[in-house]
Every structure is written in structure tokens, then in C-alpha cells.
């Protein structure tokens, strides 16, 4: 049950795309189409930002996008806003037992 | 509104026992797996446990393996973490979380804080 692999801040200016990285294994990310993306703002509950690798919920800006290549899962945010500082955790399961995993976290600042 | 709230946080002992409750509202509980979620201070997210819609199957983080038991009434729409024998490295907000089919968390309630100090 080893966390997933995220970088632990990322920056970009407003307007400008920012891309964070979670690498994971065969057995969790690789394995699966099963990647979600979560933002945190301080004090808060985190809200689902991406599921199923690249797909949006209800009301998540297009400006958020998922994608995932080998053991490695994206979310790319463009068109920065102030609003996008905020913590990022990605998720998969963790094998074929049920078990789940996050990623360390990713702290993106808009300088 | 559909929403989950947790209760039951607190101050205990190293040692000491306390029980989560997450009340469920807004939609059918007995459909869904649900999940606990816990974040220390200043750290990340940390899955911890969760539970198949009957409570015939439920998986936990190897840390706390023999420890938490999760547990749920659907009657009740209502989600529960007994923590025995509790550490220092447990304290934490901890989240309940609604999950869909595809293991994502689309619902997550506020958190409650578990504090475990002398």
C-alpha cells in the first residue's frame, strides 16, 4: 500500500497551463482506468476535479483535463486562475483487493 | 440536500477507543460503497477503510488492520469507524466518502477531528 508519486508543488501564472504528475505501478495506475483527481482548498473537504482517468463532473471547468500514460496519470490545468491555488491529490485502487491509495499531494501556487 | 456529516472526534489517550459516525442524507446509502478518509495535520490524504453497500466485505490501510473496524446501517443510512488501541500517528481529520463504480470519491462529508495525546 505505497502512495502514489506526485511532485510536491507546482507553479504557473495566470493564464498559463500547469501539468501534475502522479506515477503509481502496474497494480494500481497502470492497471486500471481507475485514476481520480482531487483539489483541497485550506480547511476544507476535497471535491473530485477528474474520474475515470480523464472525465469532468458536473460543473469542473474544461479548463481541468486528465490523461494517463503507462504508470503515469496527468491533470493539466490551463487558462490558470487564482481560484486554482490549491492543493491536488490523485487516486487509484490499489490492486484487484479493493483497497484504495492516494497520492503525497501536490501543492500548485498561481505566482 | 444530499450530504454526509461525521461526528464523534475528539481528545483521547494513546491507548483509548472512539467511534465515528457518518449520517448519510439526500440519497440511497444502502447503493453505494463508502470510504474513510483521514488527513493528518499538514499531510495528505490517507485512505483508511471502507465498506461494501450489504457490509459483507470491507478492506483497511495495513496500519490500522486489526485495530478500525468500519461498519454501516443502511437502515439508518449511517457509516461508522470504531478505532481501538489508538496511536499518536492516527490523529487526524477524518473524512467519510461517498464511492462510485468506477472508485472515485464523489461525496465527501466535512471531516471530524481525532486527536491522540497525554
Known amino acids: 500500500q505505497s502512495a502514489l508519486t506526485q511532485p510536491p508543488s507546482a507553479s504557473g501564472s495566470p493564464g498559463q497551463s500547469v501539468t501534475i504528475s502522479c506515477t503509481g505501478t502496474?497494480?494500481?495506475?497502470?492497471?486500471?482506468?481507475?485514476v481520480s483527481w482531487y483539489q483541497q482548498h485550506p480547511g476544507k473537504a476535497p471535491k473530485l476535479m477528474i474520474y475515470e482517468v480523464s472525465k469532468r463532473p458536473s460543473g469542473v471547468p474544461d479548463r481541468f483535463s486528465g490523461s494517463k500514460s503507462g504508470n503515469t496519470a496527468s491533470l493539466t490545468v490551463s487558462g490558470l486562475q487564482a481560484e486554482d491555488e490549491a492543493n491536488y491529490y490523485c487516486s487509484s485502487n490499489a490492486g484487484s483487493n479493493n483497497l484504495r491509495v492516494f497520492g503525497g499531494g501536490t501543492k500548485l501556487t498561481v505566482l | 440536500d444530499v450530504q454526509l456529516a461525521e461526528s464523534g472526534g475528539g481528545l483521547v489517550q494513546p491507548g483509548g477507543s472512539l467511534r465515528l459516525s457518518c449520517a448519510a442524507s439526500?440519497?440511497?446509502?444502502?447503493?453505494?460503497?463508502m470510504n474513510w478518509v483521514r488527513q493528518a495535520p499538514g499531510k495528505g490524504l490517507e485512505w483508511v477503510a471502507n465498506?461494501?453497500?450489504?457490509?459483507?466485505?470491507?478492506y483497511y490501510l495495513d496500519s490500522v488492520k486489526g485495530r478500525f473496524t468500519i461498519s454501516r446501517d443502511n437502515a439508518k443510512s449511517s457509516l461508522y469507524l470504531q478505532m481501538n488501541s489508538l496511536r499518536a500517528e492516527d490523529t487526524a481529520v477524518y473524512y467519510c466518502?461517498?464511492?462510485?463504480?468506477?472508485?472515485?470519491?464523489?461525496?465527501w462529508g466535512r471531516g471530524t477531528l481525532v486527536t491522540v495525546s497525554s
Open positions: 502496474s497494480s494500481d495506475v497502470g492497471g486500471y482506468n481507475y
Open positions: 466518502a461517498r464511492e462510485r463504480g468506477t472508485k472515485y470519491f464523489d461525496l
Open positions: 439526500g440519497f440511497t446509502f444502502r447503493g453505494y460503497w
Open positions: 465498506i461494501k453497500q450489504d457490509g459483507n466485505e470491507e
